[in-house]
């Protein structure tokens, strides 16, 4: 693992002076060759000339939250965060990396969850690059480096839970968006910890089950729902049955038989549990009759 050294560069005016002033001096001997008629001169104001582009070609600039990593002759030298105009050995190799907030919106790619469902899954990742040299010697390439280990993060967690929990107690992908969003930025972070990346947010952007089974979950979560309807409404009508046959008997209006008391319970029930409105019914003689 390389480990980055920052270096602070030379000024760039003074980088630029002294590439002006070799290249005067090489103007200078040009001028004296051929005035004075001696080629001689023109050995030392070569040199000169090549000397002064050569300084020239040292200067660089680093804009705010952008570095420069300078390599020499295949020896990393350092870094150069500082931002400004600079000047550094000719021979350097200059290699900008951006220090500025990414985001990365992975692609929606298909695969099975815990359960075994196919679903389409997708998220989007917000990083930037912490080491510039891990980023820069430790990987080939630390962009397509993130976008790889960031899908197969995804693929990853998919697999470890499933889309939506039976028992509504349990992690699920659907169910416990924030636990399943923390536990894939702490995955990316050990992933790209060696290409020198942080990891500041990770989330899912898209999540669905596949086309091929969407039409019979879309349908369990129909009849899932419904039956959840249902036993809400049941256990109310019957908690009303209660209290009404409670406070008749507190209240001393009427005294029912068990007879006409399950007569009461059942049309009441009909008339709190039906879809439709109760349509009432005039009894004109017993329930004996």
């Given at each position: 693992?390389t480990?980055?050294?920052?270096?602070?560069a030379?000024?760039?005016?003074l980088g630029?002076?002294?590439g002006?002033?070799?290249?005067?001096?090489?103007?200078?001997?040009?001028i004296?060759a051929?005035?004075?008629?001696?080629?001689?001169?023109?050995?030392?104001?070569?040199p000169?000339?090549l000397?002064?582009?050569l300084?020239?070609?040292?200067?660089?600039?680093v804009?705010?939250n952008?570095?420069v990593?300078?390599?020499?002759?295949?020896?990393?030298?350092g870094?150069v965060r500082?931002?400004?105009?600079?000047?550094?050995?000719?021979f350097?190799?200059k290699k900008?990396?951006?220090?500025?907030?990414?985001?990365?919106?992975?692609?929606?790619?298909?695969?099975?969850?815990?359960?075994g469902?196919p679903?389409?899954i997708?998220a989007?990742?917000?990083?930037?690059?912490?080491?510039?040299?891990?980023?820069?010697?430790d990987?080939?390439?630390?962009?397509?480096f993130?976008a790889?280990?960031?899908?197969?993060a995804?693929?990853?967690?998919?697999?470890?839970?499933?889309?939506?929990?039976?028992?509504?107690?349990?992690?699920?992908?659907?169910?416990?968006?924030d636990r399943v969003?923390?536990?894939?930025r702490h995955?990316?972070?050990?992933?790209l910890?060696?290409?020198?990346?942080?990891?500041?947010?990770?989330?899912l952007s898209?999540?669905?089950y596949?086309?091929?089974?969407?039409?019979?979950?879309?349908?369990?979560?129909?009849?899932?729902?419904?039956i959840?309807?249902r036993?809400?409404?049941?256990?109310?009508?019957v908690?009303?049955?209660?209290?009404?046959?409670e406070r008749?008997?507190?209240?001393?209006?009427?005294?029912?038989?068990?007879e006409?008391k399950?007569s009461?319970?059942s049309n009441?029930?009909?008339?709190?549990?039906?879809?439709?409105a109760?349509?009432?019914v005039?009894n004109?003689?017993?329930l004996?009759q």
């Amino acid at each position: 693992m390389t480990n980055e050294r920052k270096v602070t560069a030379w000024s760039g005016p003074l980088g630029l002076t002294v590439g002006l002033l070799l290249g005067a001096l090489a103007i200078n001997y040009f001028i004296g060759a051929i005035s004075k008629e001696t080629p001689g001169l023109l050995i030392v104001a070569l040199p000169l000339l090549l000397l002064s582009i050569l300084a020239l070609t040292g200067l660089f600039t680093v804009q705010p939250n952008q570095a420069v990593v300078l390599v020499l002759f295949g020896t990393y030298v350092g870094t150069v965060r500082d931002a400004g105009w600079w000047w550094t050995n000719p021979f350097n190799l200059k290699k900008r990396i951006s220090l500025r907030v990414r985001s990365l919106n992975g692609h929606t790619i298909k695969v099975n969850d815990k359960a075994g469902n196919p679903v389409e899954i997708a998220a989007v990742l917000v990083w930037r690059v912490r080491e510039t040299a891990q980023a820069t010697f430790d990987v080939e390439d630390y962009e397509a480096f993130v976008a790889v280990q960031s899908e197969t993060a995804v693929r990853h967690l998919a697999s470890e839970y499933p889309y939506d929990a039976q028992d509504h107690e349990g992690l699920s992908l659907r169910g416990s968006t924030d636990r399943v969003s923390e536990t894939l930025r702490h995955e990316l972070q050990e992933r790209l910890r060696q290409a020198g990346v942080d990891v500041m947010e990770a989330r899912l952007s898209h999540l669905a089950y596949a086309q091929e089974i969407a039409g019979a979950m879309l349908q369990r979560q129909q009849a899932a729902a419904i039956i959840a309807a249902r036993q809400m409404i049941v256990d109310g009508a019957v908690g009303m049955v209660e209290m009404a046959l409670e406070r008749l008997k507190r209240n001393h209006v009427i005294e029912l038989d068990d007879e006409r008391k399950a007569s009461m319970v059942s049309n009441l029930l009909v008339v709190l549990c039906s879809e439709r409105a109760a349509t009432p019914v005039l009894n004109t003689g017993t329930l004996h009759q």
